[in-house]
């Protein structure tokens, strides 16, 4: 098994620009996750996903954050226009829809806005 | 609400032992879980708890007391290569009833292993 796969690893933008992450989940996981990292902030979950729907978007910062699931093998995340403070390390993680299964991160994208 | 503390760092050498501690409220729970996360990499699953008492794996092992809304790792044998974060994680309040896995970190323990 491949893993969880996201793409790009680096995204280097100016402020004001658009920006997606892509994610491919591990097949056959029912939940899918879109997590932020930043040294002040941690690991803050933003929205998930179960078979497709978004489940909880309550952690999207604001509405230049949005999130897509369009089948069970991808999805992502776009920000619009993008800003410096937006710099962090965005994980995706998968997992089966048992409830103490482990979540499965993906090697996630380094986001720097200028 | 839900909020999870731990340490932000702590330092051990190589062949000690180290507990690190996490304290949680949530209104919801299904189980508390622990993560490995090495600089520039992406966390990996180690152990959870849902039942109260030690869960032992290896060099690593948790325990969980659920009505004091406490965890720790415990970390044996200590060798250069556990020097990484360990992040202590619960489920979301938001999510109790529906059965999900959104799991809400704490910051994080650096650990850092010297010989």
């Known amino acids: 098994d491949a893993g969880v796969i996201q793409s790009p690893r680096h995204e280097v933008t100016e402020m004001g620009q658009e920006v997606t992450l892509r994610c491919k989940p591990i097949?056959?996981?029912?939940?899918l996750f879109w997590y932020r990292q930043t040294m002040m902030r941690g690991l803050e979950l933003l929205i998930y996903f179960n078979n497709n729907v978004p489940i909880d978007d309550s952690g999207m910062p604001e509405d230049r954050f949005s999130a897509k699931m369009p089948n069970a093998s991808f999805s992502t995340l776009k920000i619009q226009p993008s800003e410096p403070r937006d710099s962090a390390v965005y994980f995706c993680?998968?997992?089966?829809?048992?409830?103490?299964?482990?979540?499965?991160f993906g090697n996630g994208t380094r986001l720097t806005v200028t | 609400g839900q909020n999870i503390d731990q340490p932000t760092e702590m330092t051990a050498t190589e062949g000690a032992i180290v507990q690190i501690n996490c304290t949680y409220q949530?209104?919801?729970?299904?189980?508390l879980f622990w993560y490995q996360q090495h600089a520039g990499e992406a966390p990996t699953f180690l152990s959870y708890n849902v039942l109260d008492g030690l869960e032992e794996k290896g060099r690593f092992s948790s325990f969980l007391s659920r009505s004091k809304g406490y965890s720790y790792l415990l970390l044996k044998e200590l060798q250069m290569k556990d020097s990484a974060s360990y992040l202590c994680a619960g489920s979301s309040e938001a999510v109790y009833n529906q059965a999900g896995t959104a799991l809400i970190f704490g910051k994080g323990t650096t650990l850092s292993v010297s010989s």
């Open positions: 097949s056959g996981h029912d939940y």
């Open positions: 993680a998968s997992s089966f829809r048992d409830t103490y299964s482990p979540l499965h």
């Open positions: 949530t209104s919801g729970f299904n189980g």
